[in-house]
């Protein structure tokens, strides 16, 4: 909310300058966004008296004109028509920032220098309206009123010389969106005293009663309603001192009517209405909720489709108002007006909250009313408006107030006990500053004694209802920065087993690896979704169709950042993401679900493209295989002592890949190593081979031996290596054959490992050769020759006949 | 023929001297030692001298030859030496072989750091589900429906009463239902929301819920914990300004900033000139609150906290742009 300066000196005498306000304020919670000094813009701008003009010798449009700014009298070319000697006129001297320029077609600010126009010298300029931002009129210059004090600063002569404070104000404090709120703070802040203004009302011997009615049949939304009649009153433009405080804090001066209405709204705080009283049907309001589907026009003139739940403000006859949003178009005030009438109420929040959600239509009045407005504040703030309208528009008040109040709303009762207080804050606040402060927030002390105090809660402070809310009265007001910083003597330790991070673990591996991390957007397109299954999340109000699902697959996103980086050259990617996925589940079977049938589930995502090493003097370029992959992911369980896994070998192509192996691990599905297909690659705009591995990451940790880590004793004897070749069928696999020597090799063989895969002439066509090296190693003693020729010989026998191989180097 | 003898070896020895590579190496030995060589000549002239003479001249001639064919031999090694040294002199301006780099994204790398400074403190580590309940989200923690707080927070729904968590906080409440106190974690997460995207905001980011609940616990013990931690995390310098706030699951509640680690609180670009930076959201946790989840809060008090991690990382590493971190150029991921 917007607070100014200078509005807020009637209420209290403020004498901080302007950068003190803004850090009591936000000591106090009232965030200060901003401050805007207004006359900052019209420094250098004077009001001038035009004294001579004369026409310019060199040109016809130009004239040369002699202008009195107070300290000194200028001669200034100026090129409007309309200027003439005896006027009040803006004057920019020079050094003045033009706010904007007439002949640039953005109108952007300039400085005013000292200028010769045609052989003439010009030490200043007089300014159109455009030229001050004031308004569009670019025809000529502004002219002032003809008692404007000659050398008075511009700024001031606007009333421009304030301060604007945009303040933040929480939504437990409606109290604070008004100016009277705000200096109701800084009051106890700064130890000054609060002068609400009086209220002194004429009234005419006419009684209001005779004049006008109030029904309320919504008692629970319209707990409270009073209206006064103001008759005879003259609709024109308020004095320049009210335009100045609605301009001042954002608002657009209409009339003096709707001014005063929206002038007490700013200073107390509560909402007005004002309703042209000779359009209201029987001169009576009946406040009650609207027809199911009902069309209402409000006064932005638009059409508005109403609710069974919608309260609204009716007369005799029809509905006038949304109650506590916006009037309506046909008893709104215009310059025929002559009589008034102006609704003070208090609607329920809720029912206000409700109806301007729905309609996506928040006001200065709903944003009040939704948070809570002072049920008895009603009577003053129309009293005051009345008084206004007596004041500015000559109106006739009526005698009486019409309140209809049927339930009243008692400000509440509150026990405060010191040391609850203490314990919560942590320290002692003197009991002397506990009473200062809460009396300061217009609270009453009811009762006091050594133990605690009762108070009497205004109504106008809705947020404070407990005892809690009290201890933050006197915590805010008292100071945090007073409050120590105290760090308790006893060292809590957690008593679980401290566990390895399994996150971190797995991110350093894959980090030492060469793997950069990757964060990717959860939420993405629904068609990219589909093509990972129907079971995905929808977000029902996405804020884009991009981003209208959430993932089921890390895939995805991850092509996303590839074709980001290809974007800008860099062609060789390995990354990896740890990330959650979701999906809805039918299936009763399935793991606990946190939230109705959704499962949220964490994978992890290795990503493989481009050239396997980078760029070097010795190393033969070539491109990442899905056999980089293989190792990369066998590396990793390896390092996080993951054992019980194994490779489903599937010679599937999908949508998605275009081979594809999957990964078990404790007997369970876990995810898959992929060659992505180049259908999925475009449509993501990508040409290049794609290798990506997608695990998911709870079977990974459940599954890993880390924390059961154990030694076992290393092997007294040496390992022997043997190195053994087969010629076979292309049909078989090298998988198989490693798997014959396994079987046939028993417990010593103690590893193996392929070192080189032949084919050619040599071997014949169809056939190829594998060959592996074989460690042999025995717990018990070392091995002699035979007995290693003898194992060697079993193991070539067997692959031999089992296989259909033969042996090819020994 | 003495005399012969000494000026071949004086002249052999001179010429060796000049000898460079293997070219003139060769040259010379065939001049000097080859089957027609000089020395060769020599011996052939050794029968026509007289009988009484040779052995004297036959021996000096041998001396001749086995001296040249010494100091020839010295000087093949020389030069053959030389000519290694050049084959395997090393050039150690050759680039180091390089394998790609592998980088922490900057969120992580911020996460675990505030997740180490915590544990340290003995908080443990708590987690919940993305896809929230209105209750856990919102009720629970003392925001009904209708209430203006929910505007503070644009939500994504998933249907009536399921939405994607608007903040860690509803942690809080599955932790406090599951245990007794005391309670003392850290909740890390993703959270979401419905804001429109621009360089100051993203629909998602990532916070760190903190919740201590136990006897005794006060908003002083409150602002020195999170002043340990902003010391262990921004530098032993930094000073917090702790500023009254509202957040419907604690009272009393603060904004927290810290002095600006940039400039030290002068005025800089970063502190937009006013010295501090504003980074996380604390209380005491709301009775109300405690209501919910069977707490007695007569016995027990508590406070809580929640901190942006995009946010700190932003201030800590001067990134002008959310989205930076979300889209993972391999440039941006490089600088840390």
Request: with cysteine.
């Amino acid at each position: 909310m917007k607070v100014s300066h200078k509005w807020l000196k009637n209420y209290i005498d403020l004498e901080a300058e302007p950068e003190e306000v803004k850090e009591k304020l936000t000591m106090l919670g009232l965030e200060v966004e901003s401050v805007e000094y207004l006359g900052e813009k019209y420094k250098n701008f004077y009001v001038g008296e035009v004294l001579e003009v004369m026409k310019h010798p060199n040109a016809d449009k130009l004239t040369v004109c002699k202008v009195n700014v107070g300290k000194d009298t200028l001669q200034i070319i100026c090129g409007a028509p309309n200027v003439a000697v005896g006027q009040k006129v803006p004057v920019a001297l020079v050094g003045a920032v033009i706010p904007r320029n007439q002949h640039d077609p953005e109108g952007k600010p300039f400085v005013l220098t000292r200028a010769k126009i045609r052989g003439v010298e010009s030490y200043g300029m007089i300014c159109s309206e455009y030229e001050l931002a004031l308004g569009d009129d670019k025809e000529g210059i502004m002219v002032l009123e003809p008692d404007a004090i000659v050398g008075q600063p511009l700024a001031e002569y606007f009333g421009l010389d304030d301060v604007v404070y945009d303040v933040s104000i929480t939504p437990n404090r409606p109290d604070c969106l008004s100016h009277i709120g705000i200096a109701r703070e800084l009051a106890v802040a700064f130890g000054l005293k609060l002068k609400k203004p009086e209220v002194k009302l004429a009234e005419s011997s006419k009684k209001v009663f005779e004049f006008a009615s109030v029904e309320i049949i919504d008692t629970v939304n319209c707990p409270r309603y009073a209206a006064r009649v103001v008759l005879n009153v003259k609709v024109e433009p308020s004095p320049k001192w009210l335009q100045n405080y609605l301009k001042s804090v954002g608002l657009r001066p209409i009339n003096n009517i709707v001014d005063i209405t929206n002038f007490v709204l700013y200073e107390v705080g509560h909402p007005l209405h004002a309703f042209d009283y000779d359009k209201l049907a029987g001169h009576k309001i009946v406040v009650k909720c609207a027809e199911e589907g009902e069309v209402f026009i409000t006064l932005d003139g638009k059409a508005r489709t109403l609710r069974r739940d919608t309260l609204m403000i009716c007369d005799a006859e029809k509905p006038v108002a949304i109650a506590g949003v916006m009037g309506g178009l046909n008893s709104e005030i215009t310059e025929r007006t002559r009589n008034v009438l102006i609704e003070s109420a208090y609607f329920n929040p809720i029912s206000i909250r409700r109806t301007s959600k729905y309609l996506g239509l928040s006001t200065d009045a709903s944003y009040r009313f939704e948070r809570g407005a002072d049920p008895n504040a009603v009577i003053w703030a129309v009293n005051r408006a009345a008084q206004l309208m007596a004041e500015i528009a000559g109106g006739e008040v009526l005698e009486g107030v019409i309140d209809v109040y049927p339930i009243k709303i008692e400000p509440k009762i509150i026990n405060l006990r010191f040391s609850r207080l203490n314990s919560i804050i942590g320290i002692e606040i003197p009991k002397g500053e506990v009473i200062k402060i809460l009396e300061g927030l217009e609270l009453e002390i009811l009762k006091l004694d050594e133990n605690g105090l009762t108070v009497k809660v205004p109504t106008f402070r809705p947020d404070l209802e407990r005892e809690i809310d009290l201890i933050e009265e006197v915590a805010r007001v008292y100071g945090y920065d007073k409050i120590p910083d105290k760090m308790s003597s006893i060292v809590h330790f957690s008593t679980d087993k401290i566990k390895t991070d399994f996150h971190e673990l797995i991110r350093e591996r894959l980090i030492g690896a060469g793997f950069k991390e990757v964060v990717t957007n959860s939420m993405l397109d629904e068609d990219r979704a589909r093509i990972f299954g129907d079971n995905f999340v929808k977000v029902l109000n996405p804020l884009s169709r991009e981003m209208s699902a959430l993932r089921t697959s890390l895939i995805p996103s991850a092509l996303d950042v590839v074709r980001h980086n290809f974007g800008y050259g860099i062609k060789n990617l390995k990354f990896f993401e740890i990330g959650k996925v979701f999906r809805v589940s039918f299936d009763e079977d399935e793991k606990p679900k946190f939230v109705d049938n959704y499962i949220e589930e964490e994978r992890l995502l290795i990503l493989m493209t481009g050239l396997a090493e980078p760029i070097s003097y010795d190393v033969k370029e070539r491109n990442f295989d899905i056999y980089d992959l293989k190792g990369e992911v066998e590396k990793l369980f390896r390092a996080v002592f993951l054992e019980n896994y194994q490779f489903i070998y599937y010679s599937n192509n999908s949508e998605i890949s275009e081979f594809e192996l999957g990964v078990e691990i404790g007997g369970k599905y876990a995810g898959r190593l992929m060659k992505v297909s180049e259908a999925l690659l475009k449509k993501f705009d990508l040409e290049a081979d794609v290798y990506i591995a997608e695990i998911d990451f709870d079977l990974i940790r459940e599954n890993s031996k880390i924390e059961e880590r154990h030694y076992s004793e290393i092997p007294k004897f040496p390992s022997v290596y043997r190195d053994l070749a087969f010629v076979i069928d292309e049909s078989v696999s090298v998988g198989d054959v490693e798997k014959a020597i396994r079987e046939s090799a028993g417990d010593v063989l103690k590893s193996i490992r392929l070192f080189d895969i032949y084919r050619g002439e040599k071997i014949g066509e169809g056939k190829k050769s594998v060959a592996f090296s074989l460690e042999i190693l025995s717990p018990e003693k070392t091995l002699t020759d035979e007995e290693v020729n003898s194992l060697i010989q079993k193991v070539v026998k067997y692959v031999e006949q089992k296989l259909d191989a033969k042996l090819r180097s020994y | 023929m003495i005399n012969q003898i000494e000026e071949v070896k004086a002249k052999f020895l001179e010429e060796l001297q000049t000898l460079k590579d293997e070219k003139e190496l060769e040259e010379f030995r065939v001049k000097y030692l080859g089957r027609r060589g000089i020395i060769q000549s020599l011996f052939d002239k050794l029968k026509e001298i007289p009988r009484e003479e040779k052995p004297t001249v036959g021996k000096i001639l041998n001396e001749l030859k086995e001296l040249a064919q010494e100091k020839f031999n010295e000087k093949k090694k020389e030069i053959e030496a030389k000519k290694e040294k050049v084959k395997i002199s090393l050039d150690l301006t050759i680039p180091g072989r390089f394998k790609y780099t592998g980088r922490k994204h900057p969120l992580t790398q911020t996460l675990e750091e505030i997740k180490k400074i915590f544990v340290s403190m003995g908080f443990e580590v708590a987690s919940g589900p993305e896809i929230e309940d209105d209750y856990h989200n919102f009720e629970a923690l003392n925001i009904p429906p209708e209430h203006p707080a929910r505007d503070m927070q644009d939500t994504f729904f998933i249907k009536e009463n399921i939405i994607l968590r608007t903040h860690t906080s509803p942690v809080q409440i599955r932790v406090m239902k599951s245990k007794q106190p005391p309670v003392r974690i850290i909740a890390p997460g993703r959270v979401y929301r419905n804001e429109a995207i621009s360089a100051r905001s993203y629909c998602l980011f990532h916070q760190v819920e903190g919740l201590y609940v136990d006897e005794g616990v006060s908003f002083a013990e409150l602002k020195g914990t999170l002043l340990a931690f902003a010391k262990q995390m921004f530098g032993s310098s930094v000073k917090l300004r702790f500023r009254p706030s509202f957040f419907p699951f604690t009272e009393p509640s603060a904004e927290v900033d810290v002095s600006c680690f940039i400039c030290g609180g002068k005025g800089c670009k970063v502190c937009k000139y006013g010295g501090w930076l504003e980074i996380l959201g604390c209380g005491m946790v709301d009775p109300n609150v405690f209501k919910f989840v069977g707490y007695d809060s007569e016995r027990y008090t508590g406070y809580a906290f929640g901190m942006g991690v995009e946010r700190i990382a932003m201030l800590k590493y001067g990134i002008d742009d959310i989205r930076l971190f979300y889209e993972n150029d391999f440039r941006f991921l490089e600088q840390f």
